[in-house]
């Protein structure tokens, strides 16, 4: 017999939780571009902020309530009037919208951080919902810290907030503090004692503090629960949360033990791993689970030996299925606007203004001078670094001398507003020198908080795509660059940084 599964709702928080990660703000057009290939790879509920945080978080979850069509967009809230108004604001022109309300419900927190009685939580609670209501029929609630409250508590809120509305129940591992075994058992016992259960999904959402986000998800899924809530690259706050492509490869490749399958489109998993990489500038790690560089690699000779003669005896998923060797040939240098354009529609990335697309297109122009193959991530490497509404900076020359035994020396012109500048410095590298040159003549008393390099795709011929973390009064900004000189891609980097701080864009700490 052919027993139909049931669907595992793909809740995706990388532009809210995922974001909260130290240092990986994103600008409110970098989260439209993310959520474009979220949508594209069907994620069911895309987060996309927390609308009551501030002015740049409201507009960013305006932005992509207008942009994404195809998936429900979601705004955080605390159980508080004020939040849940902002976010039904937000999420106005949302053809799907959630509103995801949120109070700790744990003794310890309720205690010491709300300093509330556990009846004024629970009025609260309710109450929270019925107003969310009044903006979507779609709402989430979230017992904060949930995995620490007393059962019986927890069971009589979740039957409350059910009556009041709530579709979704979220119980989050806030701290990271669960084990498989017994946060799989509590949604069982929460199942078994709400007595209107039946009426509301379960959701989990686990923090990687002990390296078990996955794995307790997916102990919860086996006990009842039928949404996860994960973030690509497993992003997020502290040790980050669980992985969207571990979840999502984990339930497809065991469907023999899953109860239930993701409507989860894979192929575009690797491209949208390598954007959220590149507008964060967080690498991720070659050995990382499906989407890092050597999750195919098969290094060994009798694996190698093994798998050309029977792919599956060591290889229990396809590269394809994730979307690696998706980065075939597109692009050349005899293309032209209309295909370019073309592609980059496919790939998620709408042009508005016509500007926009021109500076990009001349970028396409002048690397496919210097690499005669262009790959969709050298494409989606080409807009990432127009955020700076105004180029302040612009380099115009550069030339470093690098030779062993001596001292890197770096020469280089920039115009800045429009004026050229010339300066030179020694640095103990390279790319050191190259930026104290730019700083000698900016003196914009910046500090560096981070340098990283990548290889956009694979080969020497690689565009390397650079992050330069710049802090200054508190606030942080990523600058990208791209070029296949890497010292070309690091000098751009550090400008559009500098833009960035210039026209007061990027993110205050701690908001
Ligand atoms: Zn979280």
């Not at 979220?170 to 069982?188: L, R």
């Not at 503090?209 to 998800?217: E, H, I, Q, R």
């Not at 990208?480 to 400008?495: M, Q, R």
Request: hydrophobic share 40%.
């Amino acid at each position: 017999m052919n027993t139909k599964k049931d669907k595992l709702v793909i809740f995706d928080t990388t532009l809210r939780d995922g974001e909260q990660s130290p240092g990986a703000s994103m600008t409110k057009d970098e989260k439209v571009r993310i959520a474009r290939m979220l949508e594209r790879m069907r994620v069911d509920v895309i987060e996309a902020g927390f609308a009551i945080a501030s002015q740049g978080d409201f507009e960013a979850v305006q932005a992509v309530a207008e942009a994404v069509k195809d998936s429900t967009v979601c705004s955080l809230a605390r159980a508080v009037g004020p939040d849940i108004i902002r976010a039904g604001e937000a999420l106005q022109k949302a053809t799907a919208p959630r509103i995801h309300t949120f109070i700790a419900t744990s003794p310890i927190h309720m205690k010491y951080k709300l300093q509330m009685e556990p009846e004024q939580v629970f009025a609260q609670a309710v109450d929270a919902v019925k107003r969310a209501r009044q903006f979507t029929d779609d709402v989430e609630f979230s017992l904060e810290d949930g995995s620490r409250s007393e059962p019986e508590f927890m069971y009589r809120i979740i039957e409350a907030v059910i009556n009041a509305g709530a579709g979704t129940i979220n119980i989050p591992d806030t701290v990271g503090y669960g084990e498989p075994g017994e946060y799989g058992a509590m949604f069982k016992r929460v199942i078994e004692n709400v007595p209107n259960s039946d009426k509301a999904i379960f959701s989990t959402h686990c923090h990687n503090d002990l390296g078990l986000a996955v794995a307790n998800s997916l102990s919860a899924v086996m006990n009842g629960v039928r949404q996860v809530e994960c973030t690509i690259n497993g992003l997020g706050e502290r040790a980050g949360n669980a992985s969207l492509e571990e979840i999502v490869m984990a339930v497809r490749t065991r469907q023999d033990l899953y109860p239930v399958e993701t409507g989860i489109d894979t192929t575009h998993i690797v491209p949208t791993s390598r954007l959220v990489s590149s507008i964060t500038g967080f690498p991720v790690q070659p050995n990382k689970a499906i989407v890092g560089a050597n999750a195919f690699a098969h290094e060994s000779g009798i694996h190698q030996d093994g798998i050309l003669k029977h792919r599956e005896t060591y290889e229990i998923m396809r590269a394809q299925d994730v979307g690696w060797g998706h980065n075939r040939l597109v692009l050349g240098k005899h293309s032209g606007r209309a295909a370019v354009k073309a592609r980059y529609e496919e790939l998620g990335i709408n042009f508005d203004d016509a500007g926009e697309f021109a500076l990009v297109f001349q970028r396409f122009k002048d690397l496919a001078d210097k690499k005669h193959e262009i790959f969709d991530e050298d494409l989606q490497s080409l807009v990432t670094g127009s955020e700076a509404p105004v180029e302040h900076y612009q380099l115009e020359d550069l030339e470093v001398r690098s030779k062993s035994g001596s001292l890197p020396q770096a020469q280089l012109r920039l115009l800045i507003d429009g004026e050229s500048h010339r300066a030179e410095a020694y640095g103990s590298g390279p790319v050191d020198a190259t930026f104290k040159a730019i700083e000698s003549v900016a003196e914009s008393g910046a500090d560096l908080k981070l340098y990283s390099v990548n290889a956009v795709t694979q080969g020497t011929d690689s565009q390397g795509n650079v992050t330069v973390r710049l802090e200054l009064d508190g606030r942080l900004v990523n600058g990208v660059g791209a070029d296949t000189d890497i010292l070309v891609a690091s000098t751009l980097a550090y400008l559009d940084a500098l833009n960035l701080l210039a026209s007061g864009g990027g993110k205050r700490k701690g908001v």
